[in-house]
């Protein structure tokens, strides 16, 4: 599938995004770190048949501007949200949040709960993870340095999402309230042959904690993938959202 994709202009630069579908609920993916729209190419057909499917690439990512501020939670999702009132994409919400986008869909869910009415966490981030880098080996722990170090010698890159990761967290932690919505959790079967078993566990284990952010959750585990099912098993990744929106309409209809 080829994706369309425009640009609007927001008050901070020019964000590329794609809107397809024509339906309810509407649906927002949120992109893993530095992930492209073309990553959901597998799922977008599917869910844009029955719902409206807004997709977008963040400031840094392929034809997006580059960042000028710091990316933290909290500026990402103002500004998510400042693109979709800009194309008309109302809410409420469902929001699907791949590996860090799952962070901010979390965070947009406590900053702004009247507007989100189910989440997807796919393979996602939890607070927690920050302290599996305890866990890392000398090797593992000696590379993301060096990487952070170049980061930081290009004036965009000293602004990207990853360098804010645990700021991102604290905002998440500075607000207790999470609505109380449908939650679903995708988590890979397959094992990381480059994760160390602790590091395995403790991850599955931060997984599941997610499922107690709500009264209505569910786990489900996409056993033929690792850390991308949209790419691996994106029929999986459909029917979860699809039993997401019926969740949804059950809550709407009450």
């Keep these: 599938m ?10 901070k630069g020019k964000l590329q995004y794609n809107i397809s579908g024509n339906g309810k609920p509407n649906i927002v993916l949120i992109n893993g770190g530095s992930g492209p729209i073309e990553g959901w190419m597998k799922i977008i057909p599917e869910i844009s048949e029955s719902s409206s499917v807004f997709s977008y690439n963040r400031f840094g990512v392929t034809g997006s501007d580059k960042p000028k501020e710091s990316q933290d939670g909290i500026t990402i999702v103002r500004t998510l ?20 986008g799952g962070l901010y869909a979390n965070l947009y869910a406590r900053l702004y709960p009247n507007e989100v009415e189910g989440i997807v966490f796919l393979e996602s981030s939890h607070p927690k993870d ?26 965009h890159k000293q602004f990207n999402e990853v360098n804010f990761v645990k700021e991102t967290v604290n905002q998440i932690h500075q607000m207790d309230s999470f609505p109380e919505i449908p939650v679903y959790v995708i988590t890979g ?28 959750s569910k786990h ?15 029929t999986v990744v459909i ?16």
């Design 2 to 11: 080829k994706v369309d994709k425009h640009k609007m202009k927001t008050s």
């Design 81 to 100: 949200r400042e693109a979709l009132t800009i194309v008309g994409f109302v809410p409420p919400f469902l929001l699907v949040g791949h590996s860090l």
């Design 130 to 155: 920050l302290s599996l880098n305890e866990y890392q080996g000398k090797t593992v722990k000696a590379i993301n340095m060096v990487f952070k170090m170049f980061d930081s010698l290009s004036s």
């Design 189 to 216: 079967g397959q094992e990381n042959r480059m994760m160390p078993e602790k590091v395995r566990k403790k991850r599955l284990d931060n997984q599941l904690e997610l499922l107690s952010l709500s009264r209505n």
């Design 220 to 234: 489900i585990v996409a056993e033929k993938s690792g850390h991308f099912p949209q790419l691996s098993e994106p």
């Design 239 to 254: 029917d979860t959202i699809k039993d997401c929106v019926k969740q949804i309409n059950k809550t709407t209809d009450i």
